[in-house]
């Protein structure tokens, strides 16, 4: 029996319609442990046996897209042997797979040997309240190729004792997840919107109050994953509008995470400008048979396209354009998992 993660499925946010994207879902982390110096698959292990059944479930579904098989191991031992068993525990699983579904793919399977995990040693020192955190983080984060040793003399070895007690053990893992498509709606009418050159969300702002508010009772509703895609209309550099996508899909975010929404259930996009919501809006307008041509013209990079619609006319097309439509493109879609 093996692990599983799940897909996102939900059906929610304020009555979602029409327009259907395939998207991977996001997954949580779960994991095999392993014994010191171990790299045999042990289901009486930790909480092992509930990952394979888990695991189990998941080969089962539709639509599995990859297998991310990730191994570390801890500093105990040397560096090479350490890299030696993440590799051998990384087989071990990918046979724990294999043995649950015969048929499974290699072109499914993606393996990542981590070797001996310093990040999350890293991540567990920080969290620490040890005299020694700040001094044995500096070494864990340098990279040196002596930090073992370093670490083994700090304190007089109170430091690495206490880590190898309380968190080695976390580190003898693979990690694996299941990644799926899933069908994600979205409404191409309900969009948060922003003013131009604005990353943060305002509930002032055009519609956005009775918009965020739908989210606000998404977060309250147990819903399993939601979908953000930032956009930004073309005025200004590319690069800075796909910062201020990135923005403006994080602030989004930030409100459902604030509302309660669990973090690793909210997948985040930045999309840019938004020359296929420019181009539909031109088309249905009617008007400017000269920008539309340059806007369908796909030969044209997005750069030409700006450059070449901004030259018409003395850049009245333009102006013309940004002004009637740019509005509805600084904006922020999101949508609900099916």
């Not at 692990?3 to 946010?13: D, M, R, S, V, Y």
């Amino acid at each position: 029996m093996f692990w599983k993660a799940f897909i996102a499925a939900c059906g929610f946010l304020f009555a979602l319609s029409g327009i259907q994207e395939t998207a991977a879902a996001p997954l949580p982390r779960q994991e095999i442990r392993f014994r010191i110096g171990k790299s045999a698959v042990d289901s009486s292990y930790k909480k092992n046996a509930a990952t394979l059944e888990w695991a189990q479930s998941q080969l089962s579904r539709e639509g599995l897209r990859s297998i991310t098989i990730r191994a570390a191991a801890s500093p105990d031992g040397s560096t090479a042997l350490n890299r030696r068993l993440a590799r051998e525990r990384a087989e071990a699983v990918v046979a724990a797979l294999k043995e649950i579904e015969p048929s499974l793919s290699d072109s499914l399977l993606r393996i990542e040997v981590t070797g001996e995990d310093w990040n999350a040693l890293s991540r567990l020192v920080s969290r620490s309240q040890e005299p020694w955190r700040d001094q044995a983080l500096e070494l864990i984060q340098s990279g040196g190729a002596n930090r073992k040793q370093l670490l083994q003399e700090l304190y007089v070895g109170e430091a690495w004792d206490a880590m190898r007690r309380q968190y080695f053990a976390a580190l003898r893992n693979v990690e694996i997840c299941f990644n799926f498509e899933t069908e994600v709606s979205y409404s191409k009418e309900d969009k948060i919107l922003f003013p131009a050159g604005i990353g943060w969300v305002s509930k002032t702002y055009a519609n956005n109050k009775a918009l965020l508010e739908g989210l606000q009772t998404t977060a309250r509703s147990g819903a399993d994953t939601l979908y953000i895609k930032g956009y930004a209309s073309p005025e200004g550099s590319c690069a800075a509008n796909l910062a201020l996508t990135q923005k403006r899909a994080a602030s989004v975010r930030k409100f459902l995470i604030a509302e309660g929404f669990p973090a690793e259930r909210i997948v985040i996009e930045s999309k840019g400008e938004d020359w296929a919501g420019l181009t539909a809006a031109v088309r249905e307008s009617g008007a400017y048979p000269e920008v539309l041509s340059l806007l369908e013209n796909d030969a044209l990079s997005s750069a030409q396209k700006k450059a070449k619609i901004r030259s018409l006319d003395g850049g009245a097309s333009w102006k013309e354009i940004i002004g009637q439509f740019g509005r509805q493109l600084r904006a922020v879609e999101v949508g609900s998992g099916k």
